[in-house]
Each structure stands twice: as C-alpha cells, then as structure tokens.
C-alpha cells in the first residue's frame, strides 16, 4: 500500500527521466549499454557479469520496458511507480526489491526532506530508481568502482553500497535537527513568543524523520539474516558472488551499517522525546505565567474591593444616623480606605502575590 498522495505515481504523459546503464566483470567496468535490452543481451552467457541500471523519475514507459525485459514482479514495479512506500525489503522468488528513503535538512525552512529509492536486485543485475536529489549514485558509483573487491561480490554489494550512502546522509540531518532543538530549548526556558509553534512544528519533522529511520532495522536485520544462513535454507533470491569469506566481508559491512542506523534511530527517539518533554516543560511554564498573572488580577481586585465596600455602605440613600453629619466622618472614611488598601498591599506583597 502507498504512503501518499493517490497522484504520487507519474503521469502516463511524463517525459522519460535521466538513465545511465554500467556493464562489469569481476568487480571491473566493462563497458557500458544503451538501453535495456542491449544490456540484457551483453549479460547473456557471461559468468561473472553485472550491470547496474540507474534512473531518476523514469516515465511510466521506462518501468514497463525495464519490467520487460528483466523479469520484474508486478506487484514491486507497482511499488515503483506509485512513490511514497514505507523502507522495506520484499523477495519476489528470483529478485530482490528494496525500498529506501534517504532524507536531508533544510536548516532555512527547518524542513526534513525525505526522497526515495527503489532497488531491484537479480543475479546479475541491479536497478535503481531514484525519486530524490538527495541522493547522487552516479557519485556513488565512482566511488564503488575504486572498489572492485566489494563490487565483485555481485548486485548485493550494490544494495549494501546505497543503503551505507543513505545511513550515512541521516547522521548531519539529525546533527542540524538537534541544532534547533537545543536552540527551541533555550527560547522555551526564556519565554519567547511562537515557542509552542515552533516546538509543533519540529515534532511534526522529527516524526517524519523516524518514518523514514525506524523501519530499517528490519531491513538490514532481513539482509543480514540471509548472509547467516546457508543458500539451502533460504532458497530463491540473488546470492552475493565469493566464497565464505566474502560473504563474512559483506556481512561485517552490513552490520556496520546496521550499528550507524542503529545509533540515528536512537538518536532520532531521544530527539522525539526531549521535543516532547519541552512541550510539557512549555505547558508549564506557559500556566506558570497565567497563575502569576490571575494572582496580581486578583491581589488588585482584593485591594479595590475593600474601600468600594466601604464608599457603597457609606454613600447608600438611608435616613441619616447619628453621626453622619461628623465633621470627622468624612476624614475617618477616607482614612480607613487607605489603610485597609495599604495593608492588603503589604500582605499581597508579603506573599509573593505582587
């Protein structure tokens, strides 16, 4: 099921987007193809070949000729063309389809931005599909490429290579993330105004971070789990290429990447949780200053209300009593209103009320 908008996948009228195709041997470049189909055929009888097939927002006709001519699995291409999956790793009997998302910062916006990736992995072949800028494979393939004793391990290494390069890209977001937290933290302790928006507003981000973290610890731990076990107990599926210790040298690899994630998502949590607890912190304070507030109204409202007493009793239309017409009962009224107003002051004052 898609986690998105119903109007992700590319319209049927999409322009085809960038494609490159690399051919290798062993590890080595071996040339290049054109299109699909040429590299199917440069693989055909050729022990030891791969090709790595590399595209970014491709149209709806370049999935279903990629679909074609390598076999792919309804179901996962579906995936493909309809973006916004959750991180997963799927076996459809002979190929392995992954899904990634790599996410970066925008410390201007405040924004988490989120992409995604799509991986396709036979025996001989591995298919990238980008819906991001986050992510330059063609870098990563220089990069790869200094590195034949790990590209020589097969289109796994190639999955194993991305998943590091998006692990990676989470650590400077999450840094930057924490940046603002720790900065949103200081303006909550300093009552600054638009605090409990902002602090809304970087939840929201933290959250979408963890969708795209939280859900790859199962992917590594399936990966992982599939270089443990012999080939007979989970049959079906790509293979990397090497004898055992290869296959340790990949799984080594693999749990190092699972360690990096393992510390981000932690990382992210605790991000989470500090945001959570400067929002109850915020609350605090935020009811903190009403008390005060509702203690200086009311203080005042006590001092007032004392000679108003006094003035409504004294000026009420009754028949004079004795003592009315007093030339002091003038001065005595006035002077017992000060000093009642005075001494609720000094007693508000006395305890903090003012």
Known sequence: MA?????????????????????????????????????????????????WIALAEPSR?????????????????????????????????????????????????EAVRVGEVHVFVGEDFVITITHTDRLDLS????????????????????????????????????????????????????????????TYRLAREVILLQRAVDPLGEVLEELMARLREPADRRPGGPRPHGDRGDLEHLYGHLRDIADHEAAVRERVDALGQLLQNIMSVNGTLVGQAQNEAMKKVSSWGGILVVPTLIASIYGMNIPPSPGFGWTFSWPLTLALMGLSSLGLYLLFRRNGWL
């Open 3 to 51: 986690l998105g908008r119903a109007g992700a996948a590319p319209p049927a009228a999409a322009p085809p987007g960038p494609m490159w195709i690399r051919l290798y041997r062993d590890g080595r470049p071996d040339g290049s193809a054109d299109t699909p189909a040429r590299a199917r055929d440069a693989l055909a009888g050729h022990e030891g070949r791969m090709a």
């Open 139 to 198: 870098a990563l393939r220089l990069r790869l490429e200094k590195e034949p004793r790990l590209l020589a391990r097969g289109p796994l290494a190639v999955l194993y290579a991305v998943l590091d390069h998006v692990v990676d890209a989470y650590a400077p977001a999450v840094a930057a993330l924490q940046e603002d937290v720790d900065e949103l933290e200081n303006e909550v302790f300093a009552g600054a105004s638009g605090a409990s928006r902002r």
């Open 61 to 109: 006709d370049q999935l279903t000729d990629l679909a074609r001519v390598f076999r792919l699995p309804p179901l996962a291409l579906e995936d493909a063309v309809v973006a916004h999956q959750r991180p997963k790793a799927e076996l459809y009997r002979d190929v392995l389809f992954s899904v990634l998302r790599p996410a970066g910062y925008d410390e201007k916006a």
